[in-house]
């Protein structure tokens, strides 16, 4: 009798939150291809949920991603530099986070290294408990932090980026919310009912009000200021006269939750 493979990324749905945990202990949740292809139909499923509103992405064990897993890269055949497993489906995945319409937080259970870095970058809020440690250890291995450059280099101070990249010195969580790559580092005890109360805050916003939000925090600053008033004023306009700013303002006057906030769930519902 065949034994069936175990799940290497998790899902869990309570009060319209999505929690993704990679479960891949053994090897530090480390960036396997079958781990990446769960992670990204995990995603792919989140995103189409209409009834999810907030995502959240965790790990089990003391290690929230170790990066790539080496075993699976020095597998591949000399000769084949494209061939690299972590390549494949890596960048869709960040860019799926990146872009994603719905709030990601990333609830970081332990340290990380590496590719983890670049799950940690993508998401719009990072958490993680004060004993974790961070670094960027590709240097010390031959190889470069390439594609987590894309989504790290647009939170982190320029000189720590530059200071922990080309290094690969291992820094605290105090340090890493300090530059940029974490929103807050918090005591262990801390840790869930930071990222609950984040998690209802976002839940609290009308959805399409956080997608454009999220845009426009990171368009905004690259607009020249005239431009810049002139398009924010035309949103400013669609959105106040929008369906869903309608009912905001409604929900507001009449002081009541605004539709598009989920119920809370009942005493002994279980996630799932």
Same mark, same amino acid.
């Given at each position: 009798m065949t034994t069936p493979m175990t799940t290497l990324v998790r899902s869990e749905t309570a009060g319209g939150v999505r929690t993704l945990t990679l479960d891949s202990p053994s090897n530090r949740n480390a960036l396997s291809v079958r781990l990446l292809g769960e992670l990204r139909e995990a995603l792919?499923?989140?995103?189409?949920?209409? $009834?999810?509103?907030?995502?959240?992405? /965790?790990?089990?064990g003391p290690v929230f991603c170790s990066g790539a897993d080496l075993k699976e890269q020095r597998a591949q055949r000399e000769g084949e530099p494209g061939a690299a497993p972590v390549t494949g489906a890596f960048p869709e995945i960040l860019s799926l986070i990146w872009d994603s319409p719905k709030p990601v937080i990333c609830r970081l259970n332990g340290t990380a290294r590496a590719g983890g870095l670049g799950l940690v970058a993508a998401c719009d809020f990072a958490f993680a408990p004060l004993p974790a440690t961070f670094a960027f250890s590709e240097v010390r291995l031959g190889v470069a932090p390439a594609m987590i450059a894309v989504t790290c280099l647009r939170r982190m101070e320029p000189r720590a980026a530059a200071e922990y990249f080309l290094t *690969?010195?291992?820094?605290?969580?105090?340090?890493?919310?300090?530059?940029?790559?974490? /929103?807050?580092?918090?005591?262990?005890? %801390?840790? $869930?009912?930071?990222v609950a109360r984040y998690a209802d805050m976002l839940l609290r916003g009308g959805p399409e009000a956080l997608a454009i939000t999220k845009r426009l925090v990171r368009?905004?600053?690259? =607009?020249?200021?005239?431009?810049?008033? !002139? !398009? =924010?004023? %035309?949103?400013?306009? &669609?959105?106040? /006269?929008?369906?869903? *700013?309608? &009912? *905001?303002? #409604?929900?507001? =006057?009449?002081? #009541?939750?605004?539709?598009?906030?989920p119920p809370a769930p009942a005493s002994g519902d279980a996630p799932r």
């Amino acid at each position: 009798m065949t034994t069936p493979m175990t799940t290497l990324v998790r899902s869990e749905t309570a009060g319209g939150v999505r929690t993704l945990t990679l479960d891949s202990p053994s090897n530090r949740n480390a960036l396997s291809v079958r781990l990446l292809g769960e992670l990204r139909e995990a995603l792919d499923g989140a995103l189409a949920d209409p $009834d999810v509103r907030v995502i959240v992405l /965790t790990g089990a064990g003391p290690v929230f991603c170790s990066g790539a897993d080496l075993k699976e890269q020095r597998a591949q055949r000399e000769g084949e530099p494209g061939a690299a497993p972590v390549t494949g489906a890596f960048p869709e995945i960040l860019s799926l986070i990146w872009d994603s319409p719905k709030p990601v937080i990333c609830r970081l259970n332990g340290t990380a290294r590496a590719g983890g870095l670049g799950l940690v970058a993508a998401c719009d809020f990072a958490f993680a408990p004060l004993p974790a440690t961070f670094a960027f250890s590709e240097v010390r291995l031959g190889v470069a932090p390439a594609m987590i450059a894309v989504t790290c280099l647009r939170r982190m101070e320029p000189r720590a980026a530059a200071e922990y990249f080309l290094t *690969g010195e291992t820094f605290s969580a105090a340090r890493a919310a300090e530059i940029g790559l974490l /929103t807050r580092a918090v005591p262990e005890d %801390e840790l $869930d009912a930071t990222v609950a109360r984040y998690a209802d805050m976002l839940l609290r916003g009308g959805p399409e009000a956080l997608a454009i939000t999220k845009r426009l925090v990171r368009e905004v600053p690259a =607009m020249p200021v005239d431009e810049g008033l !002139r !398009r =924010m004023a %035309e949103l400013s306009a &669609e959105r106040f /006269t929008s369906e869903e *700013g309608q &009912e *905001g303002i #409604r929900a507001f =006057m009449e002081k #009541r939750p605004a539709a598009w906030i989920p119920p809370a769930p009942a005493s002994g519902d279980a996630p799932r």
